[in-house]
C-alpha cells in the first residue's frame, strides 16, 4: 500500500470515520468520469481517476450481512455497484454529498482477494466517489448506536407542526440515518420528514448539524450536535413563520408518486408527509396519464387538514406533457398516445371537471419533441407553429425539477407568447417525484385566495385566479406588484393619467438573499436595481419606480432574484437538460403580468393586435411604418416585422 494511501487510512480514522477493524478498501475520494470531457465547469481542468472503477481488496469470506458505504457526489446517472460480478444496487442518483449504503449478502466476500467494481453509465457525468469503506456489522448496526429524539413544535403556538430535518456531518454530508415511528416519518438519507414535528433517529456516534424546516414561509433553525456509543439526546427545536402570505395559498400543481407514476422512490403514503412537511396547501396530483386521489391516503396518514388535494393528471405525450385539473372522480384518462394538439388539447379540456391546462416545463425533450423548441416556436416574435390549438391556462417558467441553464429563458418564451396575444399565466411547480432528490414545493406559486383554513379551499376561487392570473411564481423569493396603489397582479391598470407609480415588494425568509430586481414591460427591461439584503426575514425590500405612461398598452412583470441556497436542507438543483457547462443557482420570485390600458379604451391590446392595427392602417409601407414605429416599444416593432416579412427599415 502506498504512504498516501496509508495517510488517507490515519485520517480517517482519526476523524471517526473508520474504526480500527474495518476494511478501507479506497481512503480517497476520486473523480469518476471520461478523460477528456467534463459535464460542469467545475470539472473542466481535474484529472479523472478513472472511467469505470476497479477496486481489488482482501476479505475473508463471511455468513453474515455485512456493509458496504461509499461517499458520493454529483451523481446524476446510473452508477451501479457490483461485488465480485455480483450487482449490489447503484450509487443514489442525487448531486448532493451523502453516503450510499449497501447491503452485502452472505458469501458475496470470498476468502483472499475480492473485486469491487463501480461501472460507469453510457451518458457523461462526472462525479465524486470514494472514501470506500466495509464494514463487518449489517446495515442495520452501522446505521445506529446512537439515538435522537427530535421534537419540533410551532414558535408561536407550542402545536405539532409538521416539517423537514435535514442531518449532515459537519462537512455538509447527508447523513445515513433510520427514524421511527414508522407511519408518522418517512426517511432518507440524511432526511426525515415527519406528521407531527417528533421522531427518533437512528445514527452512527458522531457531530452532526440538524435543520429544522418547514418550506419557503417558515425560518430553518439549525443546531449542531456530539453523538457517543449509546447516547440519546433529546432535542426541542421551534420554528417561526417569517414570510407573510395572508390572501396567498401556497400551490404545487405538479407532484408524482412511486406508487401511480412508476418511477421516483416517494410512495403515496410518503408523499403526503412530505406534501404536510413543506406548507404546501393545495396539492395537485399529477402522476403520468393516472389520475390520483390523495384525499384517503392523507386522511389515513393524518395530514388531512395540513392541506386540500386536488385530482389531476399529467396528460404525458410524445409532443408534451400537459397538467390537467381538477379532474372529476371516475373520470376516464385522456387518450395520451395522440400527438395532435388540436384534437390532444380539446380532449384534455372536455375530461370532466377540468378547469386548468398547463404546459409543462417546455423547453425539455422528451421524445425527440421540444413543445417551444425548434421549427415549433419562434422565441422573437411568439408565433408558435401550433398557435390556434394552444388553448392553454398556464406555462411553468419555474419547474425546479427540470432548471434551465437560463433562468430567464422561460420568461423570455412567456414574454413572447404574450406579446403575440396569448394569454397564459405563469406558474412554478416541483415535478418532484421523490422524497428528497427533487424537494416537493421548491418551486411552487402563490394563488390569490382565501387561506385561512387550508383544509378547506375554495377551489372556485382558485380557478378563478388562475385564469385571471392572480397567481406568483416563486423559487425562494415571492415577488408582489401594485401600479398607482390600486391595480394588482392580474388586473388591468387603467386611468394612468401622466404616469405610473410601480410598487415592488420582494419578500423571503432569512435562510434565502435577494440581490436583483427587474421590471420587464412587453418583456423588454425598463428598471432594474441592485439589492442589498443581509438576511431579512420576511420583506427583504420595497422599491417603487416612477415610470412614464407608456404609448400603447404594454403587460408588466417584476422578477427578483438572489444567490441560490447551497446547504442540503434546501439546495437549488442543477439544469435539468443544461445548454452550459457553468451553474450558478439563483432562488427567484415573480409576478404575473398587470395588464396596462394606456390608451383608456377599456381592453388590453398585445403587441400583435397593435401591430396588425398599424398594418391594417399603414400597409407595407416601410417610411409610414418606420414614422408610426418610433412611438412603439421595439415588441410592437417585431410583430410589425412577423406580419410584414420585413422590417420598417427595409
Same mark, same amino acid.
Given at each position: 500500500m502506498s504512504q498516501g494511501r496509508v495517510a488517507a487510512i490515519v485520517v480517517l480514522m482519526a476523524l471517526g470515520i473508520v474504526s480500527a477493524d474495518e476494511i478501507v478498501?479506497?481512503?480517497?475520494? !476520486?473523480?469518476?468520469?471520461?478523460? /477528456?470531457?467534463?459535464?460542469?465547469?467545475?470539472f473542466k481542468d481535474r484529472k479523472v481517476d478513472a472511467e469505470r472503477l476497479e477496486l481489488r481488496f482482501e476479505a475473508k469470506t463471511s455468513a453474515t450481512e455485512q456493509t458496504l458505504r461509499i461517499w458520493q457526489r454529483d451523481v446524476k446517472l446510473a452508477w451501479p455497484v457490483l461485488l465480485n460480478g455480483r450487482r449490489l444496487g447503484t450509487l443514489t442518483t442525487a448531486e448532493t454529498p451523502q453516503e450510499a449504503v449497501f447491503t452485502v449478502p452472505p458469501a458475496a466476500l470470498k476468502a483472499g482477494e475480492n473485486v469491487l467494481t463501480i461501472q460507469a453509465p453510457s451518458g457523461l457525468d462526472d462525479i465524486e466517489a470514494g472514501p470506500v469503506i466495509l464494514d463487518s456489522r449489517p446495515p442495520g448496526e452501522v446505521v445506529g448506536g446512537a439515538l435522537l429524539q427530535v421534537t419540533v413544535t410551532d414558535a408561536d403556538g407550542d402545536g405539532a407542526l409538521p416539517c423537514r430535518i435535514t442531518l449532515t456531518r459537519k462537512d455538509g454530508t447527508?447523513?445515513? !440515518?433510520?427514524?421511527?415511528?414508522? /407511519?408518522?416519518v418517512v426517511a432518507r438519507t440524511g432526511v426525515v420528514y415527519t406528521?407531527?414535528?417528533r421522531a427518533s433517529i437512528h445514527v452512527p456516534p458522531g457531530d452532526y448539524v440538524l435543520h429544522a424546516g418547514r418550506g419557503f414561509e417558515w425560518g430553518v433553525t439549525r443546531t449542531e450536535l456530539s453523538l457517543r456509543s449509546g447516547d440519546v439526546k433529546e432535542t426541542r427545536l421551534k420554528l417561526t413563520r417569517e414570510v407573510d402570505t395572508r390572501g396567498w395559498i401556497a400551490a404545487d400543481s405538479h407532484i408524482h408518486t412511486l406508487t401511480h407514476s412508476g418511477h421516483g422512490d416517494a410512495k403515496i403514503e410518503e408523499r403526503m408527509l412530505t406534501i404536510a412537511g413543506e406548507g404546501i396547501e393545495l396539492a395537485i396530483s399529477t402522476d403520468h396519464n393516472h389520475h390520483t386521489d390523495y384525499a384517503p391516503v392523507a386522511a389515513s396518514m393524518g395530514v388531512a387538514e395540513r392541506f386540500t388535494p386536488v385530482i389531476g393528471n399529467e396528460v404525458t405525450t410524445k409532443h408534451g406533457h400537459f397538467n390537467a385539473f381538477p379532474v372529476g372522480a371516475g373520470a376516464k384518462v385522456v387518450d395520451f398516445n395522440e400527438q395532435d394538439w388540436?384534437?390532444?388539447i380539446p380532449a384534455i379540456r372536455a375530461t370532466p371537471g377540468v378547469q386548468v391546462i398547463t404546459l409543462n416545463h417546455p423547453r425539455d425533450l422528451h421524445s425527440g419533441f421540444v413543445p417551444l423548441g425548434g421549427v415549433q416556436f419562434n422565441p422573437a416574435t411568439g408565433k408558435h407553429r401550433q398557435a390556434d390549438a394552444l388553448k392553454i391556462d398556464a406555462m411553468e417558467v419555474v419547474t425546479s425539477a427540470a432548471m434551465q441553464s437560463d433562468i430567464h429563458l422561460l420568461f423570455r418564451d412567456w414574454f413572447a407568447l404574450l406579446n403575440r396575444g396569448h394569454r397564459i399565466t405563469a406558474v412554478a411547480s416541483s415535478d418532484s417525484h421523490d422524497v428528497n432528490r427533487f424537494i416537493l414545493g421548491q418551486g411552487r406559486t402563490y394563488v390569490a385566495a382565501k387561506d385561512q383554513n387550508p383544509a378547506q379551499l375554495d377551489l372556485d376561487e382558485v380557478w378563478r385566479s388562475y385564469h385571471e392570473g392572480r397567481l406568483?411564481?416563486?423559487?425562494?423569493?415571492?415577488?408582489?406588484?401594485?401600479?398607482?396603489?390600486?391595480?394588482?397582479?392580474?388586473?388591468?391598470?387603467?386611468?394612468l393619467g401622466n404616469g405610473m407609480e410601480v410598487e415592488i415588494t420582494v419578500s423571503g425568509p432569512s435562510?434565502?438573499?435577494?440581490?436583483?430586481?427587474?421590471?420587464f414591460a412587453n418583456g423588454i427591461l425598463i428598471r432594474e436595481q441592485a439589492l442589498a439584503d443581509p438576511g431579512r426575514a420576511g420583506e427583504k425590500a420595497r422599491v417603487m419606480w416612477k415610470v412614464p405612461k407608456p404609448a400603447h398598452d404594454i403587460h408588466l412583470v417584476a422578477i427578483a432574484t438572489g444567490p441560490g441556497v447551497t446547504e442540503a436542507f434546501w439546495e437549488i438543483p442543477r439544469p435539468y437538460q443544461p445548454s452550459s457547462k457553468l451553474f450558478t443557482p439563483r432562488v427567484i420570485g415573480a409576478t404575473n403580468p398587470i395588464w396596462v390600458d394606456a390608451d383608456d379604451n377599456g381592453r388590453f391590446d398585445s403587441a400583435f393586435a397593435i401591430?396588425?392595427?398599424?398594418?391594417?392602417?399603414?400597409?407595407?409601407d416601410p417610411a409610414r411604418l418606420r414614422a408610426a414605429l418610433a412611438a412603439h416599444d421595439s415588441a410592437v416593432g417585431v410583430q410589425v416585422e412577423s406580419i410584414t416579412g420585413k422590417g420598417p427599415q427595409e
Amino acid at each position: 500500500m502506498s504512504q498516501g494511501r496509508v495517510a488517507a487510512i490515519v485520517v480517517l480514522m482519526a476523524l471517526g470515520i473508520v474504526s480500527a477493524d474495518e476494511i478501507v478498501i479506497e481512503p480517497r475520494t !476520486l473523480h469518476l468520469g471520461r478523460p /477528456g470531457q467534463f459535464e460542469w465547469e467545475a470539472f473542466k481542468d481535474r484529472k479523472v481517476d478513472a472511467e469505470r472503477l476497479e477496486l481489488r481488496f482482501e476479505a475473508k469470506t463471511s455468513a453474515t450481512e455485512q456493509t458496504l458505504r461509499i461517499w458520493q457526489r454529483d451523481v446524476k446517472l446510473a452508477w451501479p455497484v457490483l461485488l465480485n460480478g455480483r450487482r449490489l444496487g447503484t450509487l443514489t442518483t442525487a448531486e448532493t454529498p451523502q453516503e450510499a449504503v449497501f447491503t452485502v449478502p452472505p458469501a458475496a466476500l470470498k476468502a483472499g482477494e475480492n473485486v469491487l467494481t463501480i461501472q460507469a453509465p453510457s451518458g457523461l457525468d462526472d462525479i465524486e466517489a470514494g472514501p470506500v469503506i466495509l464494514d463487518s456489522r449489517p446495515p442495520g448496526e452501522v446505521v445506529g448506536g446512537a439515538l435522537l429524539q427530535v421534537t419540533v413544535t410551532d414558535a408561536d403556538g407550542d402545536g405539532a407542526l409538521p416539517c423537514r430535518i435535514t442531518l449532515t456531518r459537519k462537512d455538509g454530508t447527508l447523513q445515513p !440515518l433510520r427514524a421511527e415511528p414508522a /407511519g408518522e416519518v418517512v426517511a432518507r438519507t440524511g432526511v426525515v420528514y415527519t406528521r407531527d414535528g417528533r421522531a427518533s433517529i437512528h445514527v452512527p456516534p458522531g457531530d452532526y448539524v440538524l435543520h429544522a424546516g418547514r418550506g419557503f414561509e417558515w425560518g430553518v433553525t439549525r443546531t449542531e450536535l456530539s453523538l457517543r456509543s449509546g447516547d440519546v439526546k433529546e432535542t426541542r427545536l421551534k420554528l417561526t413563520r417569517e414570510v407573510d402570505t395572508r390572501g396567498w395559498i401556497a400551490a404545487d400543481s405538479h407532484i408524482h408518486t412511486l406508487t401511480h407514476s412508476g418511477h421516483g422512490d416517494a410512495k403515496i403514503e410518503e408523499r403526503m408527509l412530505t406534501i404536510a412537511g413543506e406548507g404546501i396547501e393545495l396539492a395537485i396530483s399529477t402522476d403520468h396519464n393516472h389520475h390520483t386521489d390523495y384525499a384517503p391516503v392523507a386522511a389515513s396518514m393524518g395530514v388531512a387538514e395540513r392541506f386540500t388535494p386536488v385530482i389531476g393528471n399529467e396528460v404525458t405525450t410524445k409532443h408534451g406533457h400537459f397538467n390537467a385539473f381538477p379532474v372529476g372522480a371516475g373520470a376516464k384518462v385522456v387518450d395520451f398516445n395522440e400527438q395532435d394538439w388540436a384534437k390532444l388539447i380539446p380532449a384534455i379540456r372536455a375530461t370532466p371537471g377540468v378547469q386548468v391546462i398547463t404546459l409543462n416545463h417546455p423547453r425539455d425533450l422528451h421524445s425527440g419533441f421540444v413543445p417551444l423548441g425548434g421549427v415549433q416556436f419562434n422565441p422573437a416574435t411568439g408565433k408558435h407553429r401550433q398557435a390556434d390549438a394552444l388553448k392553454i391556462d398556464a406555462m411553468e417558467v419555474v419547474t425546479s425539477a427540470a432548471m434551465q441553464s437560463d433562468i430567464h429563458l422561460l420568461f423570455r418564451d412567456w414574454f413572447a407568447l404574450l406579446n403575440r396575444g396569448h394569454r397564459i399565466t405563469a406558474v412554478a411547480s416541483s415535478d418532484s417525484h421523490d422524497v428528497n432528490r427533487f424537494i416537493l414545493g421548491q418551486g411552487r406559486t402563490y394563488v390569490a385566495a382565501k387561506d385561512q383554513n387550508p383544509a378547506q379551499l375554495d377551489l372556485d376561487e382558485v380557478w378563478r385566479s388562475y385564469h385571471e392570473g392572480r397567481l406568483l411564481v416563486s423559487l425562494g423569493l415571492l415577488t408582489t406588484m401594485k401600479v398607482n396603489g390600486r391595480s394588482g397582479v392580474g388586473d388591468t391598470a387603467y386611468g394612468l393619467g401622466n404616469g405610473m407609480e410601480v410598487e415592488i415588494t420582494v419578500s423571503g425568509p432569512s435562510w434565502v438573499k435577494t440581490d436583483r430586481l427587474e421590471l420587464f414591460a412587453n418583456g423588454i427591461l425598463i428598471r432594474e436595481q441592485a439589492l442589498a439584503d443581509p438576511g431579512r426575514a420576511g420583506e427583504k425590500a420595497r422599491v417603487m419606480w416612477k415610470v412614464p405612461k407608456p404609448a400603447h398598452d404594454i403587460h408588466l412583470v417584476a422578477i427578483a432574484t438572489g444567490p441560490g441556497v447551497t446547504e442540503a436542507f434546501w439546495e437549488i438543483p442543477r439544469p435539468y437538460q443544461p445548454s452550459s457547462k457553468l451553474f450558478t443557482p439563483r432562488v427567484i420570485g415573480a409576478t404575473n403580468p398587470i395588464w396596462v390600458d394606456a390608451d383608456d379604451n377599456g381592453r388590453f391590446d398585445s403587441a400583435f393586435a397593435i401591430a396588425q392595427a398599424l398594418v391594417g392602417r399603414l400597409g407595407h409601407d416601410p417610411a409610414r411604418l418606420r414614422a408610426a414605429l418610433a412611438a412603439h416599444d421595439s415588441a410592437v416593432g417585431v410583430q410589425v416585422e412577423s406580419i410584414t416579412g420585413k422590417g420598417p427599415q427595409e
